[in-house]
Every structure is written in C-alpha cells, then in structure tokens.
C-alpha cells in the first residue's frame, strides 16, 4: 500500500453508518410525476426543448445545455409533458427553479439506446461527447460537468488520476453500497478515464478503511488488471473526502488558493460519477437515477434504494415507512454538510446521495449560540488550515475586503468548526452568507462597471458631436465675416463689379442669394436630374441581383423569406425605371414652328437641357463611351494639377487630396472599360427574341421543384436528404470555426457553440 499523508484538521463525529446496511439496496418505485429540474449542476441551466402535453420516452433529451458548463436533462420515466414551471427544489436557500412536470404512464418505455461494443476503442472526442450527451455531473455533491473535468487545459500535465471512494459523512452509505454491487463496473470506468487522460503515471481509488467490504470488492475487480488501478485505503476521519483533502493524503500535495486540482497534475472524479460514465459509453444510458440514502429513526426502515431523478422526496419517504410527526428537520444530505429542506415536494436530482429524517433525540437541535470565548478550537479543526474565529467577527460586521484577505473562499463548508465550537455558533451558516453577498457584491460590480462605460462613451460621444458643431458654426461665422470684408473692400476701391450704386447695385454680392441660385439651377438641370434617375435604376439593379444570388444559395428554410425579398427588390427595380422612363417622356424636344434656332452658348440652361437630350438618344455604349471620355479628360486634368503642384514645391493636404482624387478616377476609367467590354456583342447561339430567364423567377421555381420533390419521396429519403444537408452544413461551420481560430477572432465561443449543435443534430437525426 502507498504511503498516506496525514489530514491537517479533522473530526470524528459518530458514523452511523450501519443504520443503512442491513437491507439489500431496494429499487424505488416510479412515481406518478416526476420534477425535473433544468438546473442541477454548476454552470448555465439548460434549455426545455419540449412543450406541454408532448409523449416523452425514458432516457429521452428533455432539456439541452447551454454552453460548455452546462449538461442536458433526460426523462427519467416514459409519458407526457403536463407543466413547464417553478417548483421548490433542493437547495440550502430555499430557492424555487424551473422545472419540466411528467405525468408518467407506468410503461417505462425507453428511447433506443445507442453503446458501444468496445469502449476502449473510441476517440477521446467520442468518449467526451457520450459523457456529454448523458448529462453526467459530479455525483459527490458538487455537481460539476464531468466533461470538463476531462478535458483540462492543454498546459497542465496530469500524472495522477484519483477516483473518491471516501463518503466520510456520517450516515450516507450510497457509495459503499455501489463499491460493493458495481466493482467492476468501477474499475473498467476508471481505465476508461486513464486512457481518456493519456495514461497517467498512477491511478489510484481511495477507500476510507471503514468500509471493509467495498474494498475488497474493488481489490477483487482490479486484480486482473494487474497493478494498473491501485486501491488505497486510509484511516478514518472527516472531511476526508474533499476534494483538496483527498489530494493531500494520497499524494502529499497542496492544491493552491484559487487554483484547480489540474494545476497540479490531479483529476477527482467520484465512484458514482466513474459508474454513470461507464453506463454512459458502454450502455449508452444517460444520466437518470442514482443511488440514495434513506435513513432516520422517524422511518419504519432504513436503506439505499436506487431512485429516478425526478421523484418528488415525499413519495421516496413514504416506501421506508416517513412518520412526518416524529420528524423535527428532514435533512438532504448528511448532518454536518447537509441543509434542510422546506417542503417534501422537491425531488431527488444528481448530487442527492441521501435523505436523513431524524427524530429528536437522535439528532437534538443545536442550543442557542453563545458569546465566542475564543478557545481555537474551530481553527484545530479545520482542514483548510483557515482561521474560523476571524472569519466568523469579519462576517458579522459584513467586512468582505478582510474575510477575502483570509481566504473565505477557500472554506469547504464542512462544518467541522461548528462541530468542535463549545459556544455553539452555527459557523458556516455565517460563512455561507458571507459568501453569497461577496458573489453578489462581484455581479452587481460588474453590471455597474457596464453601465458606467457606457454613460462615459455616450457622454463622450455628444461632447465630441457638440465640439464638431461648434467647430462648424465658428467655420462658417468667420467665413461670413470674410465675405463681408471683402465685399466692403470692393465697394470702396469701385471694383465690385457694378456700374451704378446705391438702389442700381446688382444683387451679386449677396452670397446667400448666390448661393440659393446656384442650388435651384443645379435641382433644376435635367442632365443632374437624369444622371440621379440613372443611379437610382443602376442601385436597384444590384440590389435585385443580390436578392437573387442570396436566394440561390440559400437552405431550404430560408427560400420563401429570400423569395419575399427578391420580389420586393423587382418592385423598386420596376418603379426606379418608370421614373426615368417618365423623365425621359417630359424631356423629349419641342418641335418649333419657326426655323430651328440653334442653342445660344451664352445660355447655360438651354445648353443643359440640350446634352441632357444628347445623352437620353444614345444607346448603353454611347453612354460609356462619353462617361469614360470624361473620366480621361478630367484625370488629364488632375495630373496636369500635381505635375504643377510638385515643381511649386507644394507637399501640403491639399497635394494629397489631389492625389487621392487621381487614384479614385484611374479606378472608375478601369471599371467603366472593363463594363464597356461586357456590353460589347458578343456570340451566341440562343434563338433570336427569346426572353431571358428572371433570375429570382428562377431560383424560386427551384424551390418549388424542390418542395414538390420532397413531398413525393418517402421518410427515409426525406431523412438522407436532411442528413446530407446537415453534414453541407456542418463542413461550412467547422470552416468558419476554423478560420476564427486562425484569426484569433473574438466571437470563437460563438462558432464552437454551433459546430457542437450542428453535430447534435446530426447525431439525433442519424441515430433516429
């Protein structure tokens, strides 16, 4: 046997374990409803996916999880849906959580489960995603996803793997039981685990050495492995099966404040948890019953029995004989960890591993705290070397920066300090408060740390608003008094370009009636008038080809949406060509009854009205042809501009800008060639007059085909189809992720979330 390090702290409160192991474990009954929680594990609840009054079978996904630290919910028993609502659950403050309500048949009908012939020689991808999939948490109380813990982080190195076989708590037997009916079971388990953790150096299940029988049993199973699982027992005393604790006397090391056991090399799992997993791969079962604790001298009779998640705790109670009356304080869990249940409506779920019903002389209430004498008692016994006495006067004043300071987090809540407290203070009560308002204060910081960035950045965003208007108006106030000087200086030197004064001044000088002309002449020039008209047909153009190739490579699902859409672009496309269709109408030439009068040069209106009517004759080449000649001339021109700009000497914005301005003009010439060579004639060999195919037309006779098409096949090629479909999808996910991952991209989480429910549904739509 390896050597074993001794428990810093400890108690040894009486065990009472025998209680419970004079009967066989005995197989609940179903009940008549089941409440089943969405939330019994640490992390995000899951999500309900079937509605009220929907037929559900055993073993059935009733509720999916939300994320990576999060874990589905089975029926536990076949039959229907009847609620989806709030109901007491055990919890030591009393909360109420959602849960989904099964009125069940008796039938216990089972989905067809899915295992495995040869776990051993699975992916630990696979192996992950069956533990996944079960909806398996820690067993041992804390209701941690198994699957996280299976996949540490890629920088620690694990090198021992320690299965928690202890159950220290008095009364609670369910894990002895379980060592001594499913050693086997337990040890192909934990191989299971050790191949999944790449072979650690040393696997090790550890036994307190008052459990005789379960560790022969294990000693029994592992003995043809040869020395591969190694059984280690200890001497007896509590809390040494935490988790911190356990590490310490198997392997002598200290896991750091903060810190996980990966961080040193070490994966726990429980004995129930190893059990359910091997379930899970082999079998193919999910995570549905457990084994449970029934004890207390207000019961006809003690035991374990082996219980569906969901069964409400009365009728549990009432197959051991619950004599309600002779009970003081119905406790779920044990005396020293356990809390007390208000209502006997809430159900058995995950981390419940017992029921303890005591009657008053066995368990009495605990006499009324006393003033703290300050004997250190509570700091001999505890094991997380913590200074109780401390955190029990820095919790009543609510001090949370000091009860940080003295590493209140990292109390266990063992209640070893409460036992050995000759005042009897209820300790951890105090400290389970205190952290509660700590975690409370940590989200409350975080939400107004949120609100106040975002005050900062709107109020940061109206001064900046409020400084460029300001910066406009003092712009343009100083133009103004620019103008203004400037004219008063052409007045008093005769050059204002007048020929009288006073009442014969013209109205030039008046900027902003300049200014109002130049804007109506410009809203009133057709060639301006036409060229927007002509933008607005050309926008709607794209806008529809967009529509349509959206169209066409969408799924199924989304064609009648995109189909909507690409209809509605073909209105604005139509209504964008009539305006100019009208335009062109109203613009057509006035035949004169004189002689033709050619357009004077000196009149700007009729020369615009004139090329507005050049450019409305000319056929789509035409048209670029004299848009691209313009192009060139104006880039001739900007050209001539820098070439002139540099021998100046000049390097200022306004260089750039030119530049700049160069650049965009070479681009639009090489887009307008590259146009003009699309419209150039071009070979066919299509039947002349045949009107082209609409292409939203199209692709929305596609999906009608296609509709039409799978309404005549039959389910299973309905099935193929929809798998080969996912599986489309799912290659374009995991490239997506892929590519995320290569760009450091912040929305990772994100894409895994969806390959991982791609893959679910795959796997559902396969295996049914």
Not at 475 to 480: I, L, S
Not at 559 to 576: F, I, S
Not at 582 to 606: G, M, R, Y
Request: charged share 25%.
């Amino acid at each position: 046997m390896s050597k074993c390090f001794p428990l810093t702290g400890g108690v040894h409160p009486a065990e009472n374990k025998q209680q419970s192991l004079q009967q066989a474990l005995k197989q609940a009954a179903i009940p008549r409803q089941l409440i089943l929680p969405i939330s019994q594990h640490i992390g995000a609840p899951a999500a309900a996916i079937v509605e009220v009054g929907e037929t559900v079978l055993a073993g059935q996904t009733i509720a999916e999880a939300q994320g990576p630290f999060s874990a589905p919910v089975h029926a536990s028993s076949s039959g229907t849906v009847v609620a989806i609502e709030e109901r007491a659950i055990p919890h030591p403050s009393g909360f109420r959580g959602e849960c989904i309500i099964i009125e069940t048949d008796g039938q216990d009908n089972w989905v067809e489960l899915q295992g495995s012939e040869h776990p051993f020689k699975l992916s630990h991808e696979d192996v992950l995603e069956k533990i996944r999939n079960a909806g398996i948490a820690g067993m041992g109380g804390a209701g941690f996803p198994a699957a996280i813990k299976l996949r540490p982080p890629a920088t620690c190195d694990i090198d021992t793997l320690i299965i928690n076989g202890t159950e220290c708590e008095p009364y609670i037997t369910a894990d002895d039981v379980l060592m001594q009916r499913r050693a086997e079971d337990i040890i192909q388990g934990t191989l299971l685990l050790a191949q999944l953790l790449d072979q650690p150096q040393r696997i090790v299940i550890g036994v307190e050495d008052n459990k005789p029988q379960a560790i022969a049993a294990l000693q029994t199973a592992s003995r043809q492995y040869g020395d591969k699982v190694e059984i280690c027992s200890f001497a007896t005393k509590y809390p040494s099966g935490g988790e911190k604790q356990l590490i310490h006397i198997l392997t002598g090391r200290e896991v750091p404040s903060q810190k996980l056991p990966a961080h040193i090399g070490v994966v726990l799992q429980n004995v129930g948890t190893v059990a359910a997993i091997w379930d899970a791969v082999k079998l193919g079962r999910p995570l549905v019953s457990r084994i449970t604790t029934v004890v207390g001298q207000s019961l006809s009779e003690q035991g374990n029995a082996e219980v569906r998640l969901g069964t409400p705790v009365q009728d549990l109670l009432a197959e051991f004989g619950f004599k309600p009356d002779d009970c003081h304080n119905l406790i779920a869990g044990g005396p020293m960890m356990g809390f007390s249940l208000e209502t006997l409506a809430a159900p058995i779920v995950k981390t419940s591993n017992c029921l303890l019903a005591p009657t008053p002389e066995e368990l009495p209430p605990a006499p009324p705290a006393q003033a703290c004498i300050r004997c250190g008692l509570c700091a001999e016994a505890c094991p997380a070397s913590l200074l109780p006495q401390q955190l029990y006067w820095y919790a009543k004043a609510q001090d949370n920066e000091r009860l940080l300071s003295h590493n209140l987090m990292d109390c266990i809540e063992c209640g070893a300090c409460s036992f050995v407290c000759p005042s009897s203070i209820p300790l951890v009560q105090y400290y389970r408060a205190s952290k509660g308002a700590i975690r409370q204060a940590e989200v409350d910081k975080v939400k107004s740390d949120r609100s106040r960035q975002r005050f900062e950045f709107r109020q940061l965003r109206l001064d900046k608003a409020e400084a460029e208007k300001e910066a406009k108006r003092q712009a343009r106030k100083k133009a103004a008094e620019l103008a203004k000087q400037k004219a008063a200086a052409a007045k008093a030197t005769g050059n204002d370009g007048s020929q009288a004064t006073g009442a014969d001044k013209p109205a030039d000088n008046d900027l902003v009636a300049a200014a109002m002309a130049r804007v109506q002449n410009q809203q009133a020039d057709p060639a301006e008038q036409l060229a927007k008209l002509e933008r607005g047909v050309n926008n709607a153009h794209n806008r529809l080809q967009s529509a349509q190739q959206k169209m066409a490579e969408a799924e199924e699902p989304q064609q009648e949406k995109l189909a909507a859409r690409v209809k509605q672009a073909e209105l604005r496309h139509a209504e964008a060509k009539k305006k100019l269709s009208d335009f062109n109408a109203e613009q057509k030439p006035v035949v004169s009854t004189a002689e033709d009068k050619p357009v004077s040069k000196d009149d700007p209106v009729a020369a615009a009205i004139a090329r507005a009517q050049a450019k409305m004759s000319m056929s789509p080449q035409e048209k670029l042809q004299a848009n691209l000649d313009s192009l060139a001339k104006r880039l001739d021109k900007a050209r001539e501009k820098i070439a002139k700009a540099e021998a100046d000497g000049d390097t200022g914005a306004k260089l750039d800008a030119v530049k700049t301005g160069a650049a965009k003009l070479a681009e639009k010439i090489a887009a307008a060639e590259t146009e003009l060579a699309e419209l150039q004639p071009q070979p066919t060999t299509t039947v002349a007059n045949k009107p082209e195919q609409d292409a939203a037309s199209a692709a929305i006779e596609k999906a009608k085909s296609k509709a039409a098409a799978q309404a005549s096949m039959s389910d299973d090629d309905k099935r193929t189809a929809k798998i080969e479909s996912l599986k489309q999808r799912l290659s374009k996910a995991e490239l997506r992720l892929n590519k995320a991952e290569a760009e450091h991209d912040d929305n990772i989480e994100a894409f895994k979330t969806g390959v991982e429910k791609l893959k679910q549904k795959l796997i559902e739509m396969e295996v049914n």
